[in-house]
């Protein structure tokens, strides 16, 4: 065996991030980064308004549907979703299996928006009979919201299913898929939503500071005075591109300028479809490997979205998380502590500027690290029974 | 005299950003942020401790201020500062003599907090007894907001005396010091405020993406429950930080990382006071040099603060903005079209990594760019005249 401790390889000599966000960028990203432009100056406003197009097309959105930017990050964007598109006289159903659902209940909650809440356990996705029981029992629902892969565990919700019973109960339909999208092909003339959450630093590898939303013309129009905040209101801000093709408040420019950098390598690499063949394959030898090495996926396959993987947190005595990461740290690899209420866990991401062979090379790092450790975890396959 | 065109120098040869902000910063700002790093790993959150106490310190908050950063431009620190420090039940004095007096407004009307607006013209500082005349009259007022550098106009507006009257009539003193924090010397000791909004990208010659605001220990305790937003809730932020060392929801890493760098070259730079001396040698030779050329600035030198200088609009019918906008980015000076409500102006910033030299490449751009106009402005003052 190798004598030598397996290292990540970056561009940049930093540590990899097998995180669920921010992640490793490509070097080309951030390197369009070492520039100054004026906020209200001509250069920046055509790369504003390519990202803008993009994100729309990105989302088949065409012309019915416009994107609106908003400052912060993605729970900014959800804040501003949820407060400007339900007014005060609506209600929404928020669907939650996860510490994401969660915070838009008490987004809601802060801003006086009236909900219902319909909750499975952090490793079920919606039981569709239920929901329709809640969509019955409280005719008063205007909104559905849904977090698309929710992060706290990785699992992939069913938004085309949901968005089949939107469609059916007339419900109007609110997307978080700040970590799917760019990876999942997302289509808004099936989908129909009226809003749907996009950030810069997951699947679409730049760097974080903005949200995007994408809206329906249509609803956005209709949703004026609705906003509890000044610098959330998407109409208000929708408005003023409309008129000036400008920010209202100073945007994060080189996080924007970043981002016009990574679409075109997000193109390069075949959009949405492509980029899901490499998180795949990254999740499906992360998953087999891990499992080679006895660590359990929280989930089961069919449920996992190849984003971020949650593993079972070891139980053996001498399996101290802090050593593991920071064992693994030293190696070049950074993992993220996991956040489920039901399990102690943490969780590896495939998201990024990660390939296959980096996900090779944290299956060697962790091997070395158990050894180290001298943590010998029982596992349920062995490695010549994996294909 | 030269036949050669003056042009910029910037160390990247991108247009020098003479602009209220976002501004032209130093490259070595900007290549700190080549990397990547995990937003809940100890290598960024030891980056952010660093930064949050060094803004503390510039405010001489000791140890009765701590200071909670706010994912955005200022404008959403200046939202968050006013929903969380504005109980519901309390009252806020707005001074105002600019646009960012009427957003504070704006903010306090969609917010659901109560105001009492004292309004001066754009070129005017309030008047004392005036204020003193409101604060008698409305009992009821709890908080002062003012800003201090009202960067509509550039007008420089009495902090001190404001905390003055502040301190007499028991108010707690709210700051907007988006354009002056980094340039003007501040001194929470003297002035009491209850909160102060900083911002990266302006006088600490940063990049935009995150606001700072300073907080009393004792007032901030106090504010628990008052926003009236999830992302904005400067206490929820700060309890976490409090707990944890981190960010709610994602940071802008790379917008935090470039602002430690740039800390580093304020203090090398001798902090406000040396940073004060460059910007007001920057706007000495600016108001000068244009006075020569026949322009006017807008404010009396008196109330002139040293980051921004409106000029009025020349009413010589060759003088078409648009052309001497752009034969002066062309030569690689961007400058700002005004904002004023009185008088049709436009801008030119001294703030950002500027210099005199900088100052007197653009003197000579623009008179040559008035030579192509062929537009001859009257000048009140000779160029022999000049000391």
Chains 1, 2 share one sequence.
């Not at 006895?294 to 050593?323: H, I, N, W």
């Amino acid at each position: 065996m190798s004598r030598t401790i397996a290292r990540a390889r970056s561009e940049t000599g930093d540590p990899l991030l097998l995180t669920p966000g921010p992640l490793t960028t490509a070097l080309s990203v951030k390197e369009v980064m070492l520039h100054d432009w004026g906020a209200r100056d001509s250069t920046f406003i055509s790369i504003n308004n390519f990202i803008l197009k993009r994100v729309t097309e990105i989302a088949n959105g065409g012309t019915k549907y416009v994107t609106v930017p908003i400052q912060g990050s993605g729970s900014f964007g959800v804040e501003a979703m949820l407060t400007t598109f339900v007014p005060s006289t609506g209600r929404v159903l928020i669907l939650i299996n996860g510490q994401y659902g969660e915070r838009a209940k008490r987004i809601c909650k802060i801003a006086n928006r009236k909900y219902t809440v319909y909750r499975t356990p952090e490793d079920k996705i919606p039981d569709f009979e239920a929901v329709q029981r809640v969509l019955k029992r409280v005719p008063s629902i205007t909104h559905i919201f849904l977090v698309h892969c929710e992060t706290t565990s990785g699992i992939l919700n069913p938004l085309e299913e949901i968005a089949e019973l939107a469609r059916t109960y007339r419900k109007r339909l609110l997307i978080d898929a700040i970590s799917s999208f760019g990876a999942i092909p997302l289509d808004a003339r099936v989908l129909n939503f009226d809003a749907l959450v996009a950030s810069p630093n997951k699947c679409l590898e730049a760097i974080p500071g903005v949200a995007f939303v994408v809206c329906r013309n249509e609803s956005l129009k209709k949703t004026k005075g609705n906003a509890t905040t000044l610098v959330l209101d998407l109409h208000d801000q929708w408005r003023n591109f409309a008129k000036t093709d400008q920010y209202r408040f100073t945007p994060p420019i080189h996080v924007i300028v970043s981002l016009s950098q990574a679409l075109q390598e997000f193109a390069r690499e075949g959009g949405a479809a492509g980029r899901l063949g490499r998180y795949q394959e990254n999740c499906r030898l992360l998953v087999r490997g891990m499992r080679i090495l006895g660590f359990e996926p929280f989930l089961p396959d069919c449920l996992q979205g190849p984003m971020v993987v949650t593993f079972r947190m070891p139980t053996a005595a001498r399996f101290v998380f802090s050593t593991f990461y920071n064992n693994l740290k030293e190696r070049g690899f950074i993992i993220y502590p996991g956040k489920l209420k039901v399990a102690k866990s943490f969780q590896i991401g495939c998201m990024g500027h990660l390939y296959p062979e980096d996900m090779r090379n944290l299956l060697v790092a962790v091997r070395e690290t158990l050894t180290e450790m001298k943590v010998a975890l029982a596992s349920a396959v062995s490695e010549a029974s994996e294909t």
